[in-house]
């Protein structure tokens, strides 16, 4: 079982669509959990935490089930500029800080 | 604040030469920085962990004779892919975690490696 695992996509939506992404993960002595975007041929940028009680920053909402070992990303009114792969990344792997990646799910908003 | 650069950012090698990449964080203090390496359509995977004036940690699989890993200083890492062949193109991006901070990394914008 990989560790990290998300929907390749691509998920193709209108503008103003609400859009889901899900992600599991192996590792349950995971701590930390993150989404990143990443454009195409750039580096990863954060995106937002994702904490136990869920949190939401402006149009993005995060969700975390430890006891299902899955994160999931809510994004609402969606952007062309929401265009871009979105990373799953929790905390793991060899050492404390060691953070491992999901492939990414494919956003594509379409006018 | 939390900027992290990359030099070069794109270079292109002949088989059998080496490259040197550097990672450098410009407004803070990274006690420990991140090698990544990312193929097309890939996720990144952890090639290294660096830790400043120690040796670096290699992840499985990555042969440390051929990535050697220098971190002499709080704000600077560097990679050379030694013996370069055409598998080693990739898209190699390092990360810095702020000295002191638990687990937010901050990533260079990449360094994309082509080997002819």
């Known amino acids: 079982r990989k560790e990290v695992e998300q929907d390749p996509g691509p998920f193709n939506v209108p503008e103003g669509a609400t859009v889901a992404f899900n992600c599991t993960y192996s590792n349950s002595a995971s701590q930390s959990f993150f989404w990143y975007r990443q454009d195409c041929r750039k580096e990863p940028k954060l995106l937002m935490s994702v904490y136990s009680s869920g949190n939401e920053d402006g149009r993005f909402t995060a969700q975390l089930n430890r006891a299902s070992q899955y994160i999931s990303l809510l994004i609402r009114d969606s952007k062309l500029s929401d265009s871009a792969t979105y990373l799953c990344v929790v905390n793991g792997g060899s050492g404390y800080s060691t953070l491992t990646f999901g492939k990414g799910t494919m956003l594509l908003v379409s006018p | 604040g939390a900027v992290v650069s990359q030099h070069p950012s794109r270079v292109i090698c002949k088989s059998g030469t080496s490259v040197k990449i550097e990672c450098r964080s410009l407004d803070f203090q990274a006690t420990t920085m991140f090698w990544y390496r990312q193929f097309p359509k890939q996720s990144l995977m952890l090639m290294a962990t660096s830790n400043e004036g120690s040796k670096a940690t290699y992840e499985q699989g990555v042969e440390k004779d051929k990535f050697l890993i220098n971190h002499a200083s709080l704000t600077l890492s560097t990679l050379t892919v030694t013996s370069a062949h055409p598998e080693d193109s990739s898209f190699y991006i390092c990360?810095?975690?702020?000295?002191?901070?638990?687990?937010?990394?901050?990533f260079g914008p990449g360094t994309r490696l082509t080997v002819t």
């Open positions: 990360s810095a975690k702020r000295q002191g901070a638990s687990y937010e990394q901050y």
